[in-house]
């Protein structure tokens, strides 16, 4: 079974610093990475996703990541923070199993604090 | 409008009783799904459905019991509420090989 960790629990910054939030994953096959994000008080939205192609991606709100293959990494980037990114980030995968019914397996959670 | 409803938002309820959540989605998407999100877990999958009267455990199915009768909705039920499932529940959706999550019900069991 595929398993994610995320290895930061709690991150603080001040406002216009730059972020790096890291997540690996363990899965010996092809996997889809996705990163979400949890306002206080409200459901996950998605940041952006992986599937194929061009490992840096780009997502909402000015955050990207860089799939590494040869590191089993997803890290979530951001070069300068806002305020309102105050929230809880989810780095998550599903196998590429070709449509399957597969759920998301979640790490367990970056809890960033901007300070203004 | 389109998307994906949770209902209650909110309940407690006393420990031994039955309690159902409901999830509505008006995308017409296939699969349907179940977690809970705890301090220090994450969300962790409790069951999943690929489609209408199809559905599967996941990864802490023990005290739910789902249906899935029409494709729209996809309701999970705690058949004897225990304390441990005090928990905040999220229903998601999945299409084009993105999971949507609904608003979460966020449920106490004294």
């Known amino acids: 079974a595929q398993s994610v960790s995320q290895h930061n629990h709690h991150v603080i910054l001040s406002e216009a610093a730059s972020l790096e939030l890291g997540c690996n994953y363990s899965y010996g096959g092809t996997v889809n990475l996705f990163w979400y994000v949890q306002y206080p008080g409200q459901h996950l939205q998605l940041l952006l996703k992986y599937f194929s192609g061009d490992p840096l991606v780009k997502g909402i709100k000015g955050f990207e990541a860089e799939f590494i293959k040869s590191k089993f990494s997803f890290n979530l980037r951001k070069p300068s923070v806002q305020w309102s990114d105050t929230a809880e980030y989810f780095c998550a995968v599903n196998p590429d199993s070709g449509g399957g019914a597969d759920g998301l397996t979640f790490g367990k959670g970056t809890h960033l604090i901007i300070q203004p | 409008d389109a998307g994906i409803t949770q209902s209650p938002r909110y309940k407690i309820t006393e420990t031994g009783r039955q309690v159902t959540l409901m999830c509505h989605q008006t995308?017409?998407?296939?699969?349907m799904f179940w977690y809970r999100q705890d301090l220090g877990h994450g969300l962790r999958l409790i069951y999943y459905s690929a489609a209408a009267d199809i559905t599967d455990k996941g990864e802490v199915p023990d005290g739910y019991v789902v249906s899935r009768s029409k494709t729209e909705n996809f309701p999970l039920t705690l058949e004897s509420a225990t304390r441990s499932q005090t928990s905040v529940y999220f229903c998601?959706?999945?299409?084009?090989?993105?999971?949507?999550f609904g608003p979460g019900t966020r449920l106490l069991v004294l």
């Open positions: 998601a959706s999945r299409g084009e090989e993105t999971q949507y």
């Open positions: 995308w017409s998407h296939s699969y």
